[in-house]
């Protein structure tokens, strides 16, 4: 079992990614696996040098750092994805709308939008003399159709990408590789059997595991989708709570060992905030035990 912890860098570390962090090493602890922190900054138009050296030390304060078996930052990882890239380009193809152009087709063709996110109606598809212009983003030919998967935690699922976001972006205008694929090369590369995450990715299951068919994987990850913290009267985590950087704590010199106590007990993993030790959060997850 091998799992991964990876934090996207576009801001400092919050409680959200503690739960998640929680679930991980726990997950990984009970079933006897082994974890790798990844450093999501595929996005180096948002990724800032402050993040990381932050991610760093608040990982090293609470002691994940040292439980990793190896850290991965995407910005390190570029052949990785110039290599899967050039294998898919039969399935690729340049779009150059913007997202404007999108909205005002969907406007007037509402039967081709989707309820959860703003789908891409496919309209570059069938082009085959797209212009010659320097902003040009790369997409992937979806097919029609329903992909299923068993959710560790939740149980049967069924997405169909297809008519949830339509042929999606693997690298955009300005040449960064997309979320959906460095995160599915570097699973696939890494030989990752179990991704650990929160709901809110959830809708992204179908459409990566069409790409690791894609790409050739023969043994996709199994996926767990963990609820997300909530405040102590059962809401989603708000903005300023999601905003508030574990540095912060950090900083003031509060034990590491009751910080993760604190969120354990808002998973009602613990009857109370007690401190809990990094090493040992397999205790929590047994049912898991394979
Ligand atoms: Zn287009």
């Not at 496919?122 to 320097?134: A, F, M, S, T, V």
């Not at 709570?241 to 912060?248: C, L, M, R």
Request: charged content about 25%.
């Amino acid at each position: 079992m091998k799992t991964r912890f990876a934090p996207s860098l576009t801001g400092y570390l919050h409680q959200g990614h503690l739960v998640n962090a929680i679930w991980t090493w726990g997950l990984a602890q009970a079933m006897g696996g082994e974890v790798i922190i990844r450093v999501e900054d595929h996005d180096q138009s948002r990724a800032r040098p402050e993040f990381l050296e932050a991610l760093e030390k608040d990982l090293q304060w609470l002691g994940f750092w040292d439980l990793a078996s190896e850290i991965q930052v995407q910005s390190q990882r570029n052949h990785f994805y110039q290599e899967a890239f050039e294998a898919l380009q039969e399935d690729v193809y340049p779009c150059q709308c913007s997202r404007k152009d999108i909205q005002l087709f969907l406007e007037k063709h509402p039967e081709e939008s989707s309820d959860t996110e703003l789908r891409y109606p496919n309209l570059c598809r069938d082009n085959h003399n797209p212009l010659e212009k320097k902003e040009t983003a790369y997409r992937l030919r979806l097919p029609h159709g329903e992909r299923t998967f068993n959710d560790l935690i939740l149980g049967p699922q069924s997405q169909n990408p297809w008519e949830q976001c339509g042929d999606f972006i693997l690298k955009d205008k300005q040449g960064h590789w997309s979320y959906q694929f460095a995160c599915v090369v570097d699973d696939f590369e890494s030989g990752i059997t179990n991704v650990i995450r929160g709901t809110d990715l959830l809708e992204s299951t179908g459409r990566q595991l069409f790409l690791h068919e894609k790409l050739g994987n023969a043994n996709p990850p199994i996926f767990a989708h963990h609820h997300l913290l909530k405040d102590s009267s059962g809401r989603k985590l708000s903005k300023r709570q999601k905003d508030f950087a574990i540095a912060q704590w950090r900083e003031e010199g509060k034990d590491p060992k009751l910080v993760l106590g604190e969120i354990a007990f808002g998973m009602g993993l613990i009857p109370s905030k007690d401190a809990v030790d990094p090493a040992s959060l397999g205790e929590f997850f047994t049912s898991y035990k394979p």
